[in-house]
């Protein structure tokens, strides 16, 4: 199915809805979403090459996040693979409780998934995300890494965010939503001076816009890659991949956690378990589970 939403809700040529989707429905309305005029869902649909990732697409050109979106559609058990995108949020979650600044002009989109794995291998699919949005921007013919535990950096700077938020009971996980924002052909100026002085776009990197339907495309065929290896377990490919990527793995850190928390040390490497392995000034190992990794100039 695939929804791109202009104004007056309506699903494909549908005339009768089905309960999820008169749900899914009046939702939607809720929203007060304008329209995804440029978002050419014809062209990826006619361009997809995947078996699953990307096969449903709910397209808007403005919404709330579209995590909260996705969320709210896995809890209607849509098809596992249906992809929530829009042109632009005004209400864009970050990781650890940030804002994501998502101005048209950026890829934003969120992707459902219902992985059958132990609860506690979850980590692993924020590492599948970081691999599959980096090895999707090289494409492009550019130097893409990952900076623990999943920003996309060229040259030292982020070009890319990933947000998986996930729903799970003790043995299993009900859904996993994978959030990605790409600042791809981003203008000068349409985020705030704080975010511009971190970040770069690809349009800048490239020095011309870049095909977002192409991008959108490797993407999803991406992310399917490197699910499949997480569906038959094969986690050493994946660890594999996030290490050769990685931009931290080997240099001086310092870690931002919740509540003002550091720590500082040097990076010896991830785990099977995707925490990070820190050096500490004490010779002492410690794993690492959440934060945010800062590359730490070498002290004069
Ligand atoms: C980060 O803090 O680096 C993660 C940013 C994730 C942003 C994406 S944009 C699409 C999806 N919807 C959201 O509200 N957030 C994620």
Redesign the pocket.
């Known amino acids: 199915m695939i929804l791109n939403y202009k104004g007056d809700f309506s699903l494909s040529n549908e005339k009768s809805v089905s309960i999820n989707e008169e749900k899914i429905a009046n939702y939607i309305k809720k929203l007060g979403v304008e329209g995804a005029k440029n978002i050419n869902v014809d062209e990826i649909k006619k361009e997809l090459k995947t078996k699953y990732i990307g096969h449903d697409i709910y397209a808007f050109e403005k919404v709330d996040?579209?995590?909260?979106i996705a969320k709210f559609l896995a809890g209607t058990e849509v098809e596992e693979g249906t992809i929530v995108i829009a042109r632009s949020?005004f209400k864009?979650?970050?990781?650890m409780g940030?804002k994501?600044e998502?101005p048209s002009g950026g890829i934003?989109?969120?992707i459902i998934i219902y992985p059958e794995i132990d609860p506690q291998k979850a980590s692993l699919i924020t590492l599948c995300g970081g691999v599959a949005v980096s090895k999707a921007i090289r494409r492009l013919g550019v130097d893409a890494r990952i900076k623990w535990p999943?920003?996309i950096l060229i040259n030292h700077k982020k070009i890319a965010?990933?947000?998986t938020e996930a729903n799970s009971n003790f043995h299993t996980l009900d859904y996993v939503v994978v959030?990605?924002?790409i600042d791809s052909n981003l203008d000068a100026g349409s985020v705030s001076k704080k975010v511009e002085d971190v970040s770069t776009t690809l349009k800048d990197e490239l020095k011309k816009e870049v095909d977002e339907t192409r991008l959108i495309l490797s993407l999803l065929e991406e992310f399917e890659k490197v699910y499949e290896d997480l569906k038959n377990e094969k986690f050493n490919e994946i660890l594999y991949n996030w290490r050769n990527l990685s931009q931290t793995i080997g240099s001086n850190v310092l870690i931002e956690q919740q509540f003002g928390k550091t720590l500082k040390g040097y990076v010896v490497g991830i785990n099977n378990q995707g925490a990070l392995i820190l050096e500490l000034n004490n010779g002492k190992l410690k794993k690492v589970i959440s934060g945010e990794s800062h590359m730490k100039e070498i002290e004069k």
Request: no cysteine; charged share 15%; aromatic share 8%.
């Open positions: 996040s579209t995590n909260a949020q864009g979650k970050g990781r940030k994501w998502s934003w989109l969120s999943n920003d965010g990933i947000l959030g990605i924002g």
